[in-house]
C-alpha cells in the first residue's frame, strides 16, 4: 500500500492535524505565522489551479486544488480551528437562507 493510500479515509479534523504536522515538522510553523500571509498563500494556491485549468493541464489544476486544501488544512491545524464544528454550523445556517441566498441574478 502507498502512503497515500494508507491516508485515506481521514476525517477533517484528522486533515488538519495530519497536514499541520508535516507543515510543523519542515519548520513553517518555527516562527509565530502571520494570518494574512498565511490566508493569501491559500489564494495562490487557486490562482495556480486557475492557471492549471486555463492551461489543460489538468494533473497540475488538481495538485494546486489539493494544495489549497492543505493550506487550509494547515491553518486550522495550528490556529486550532474546529473545521469540522464550523462547517456544519455555517451549513445549517445557509439551509436556512432563501432560495439563491434571495439574490436575484
Ligand atoms: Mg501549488
Redo the contacts with the bound molecule.
Sequence with gaps: MTEATTEQGKTLSELCEYCHGIAREKGFWDKERNVGEALMLVV??IA?AMEGYRHEDHDNFR??IA??FIRLFDFCGGMGIDIEAEIMKKCAVNKKRPYKHGKIC
Design positions: 495562490t494556491e495556480e495538485e494546486e494544495d489549497a
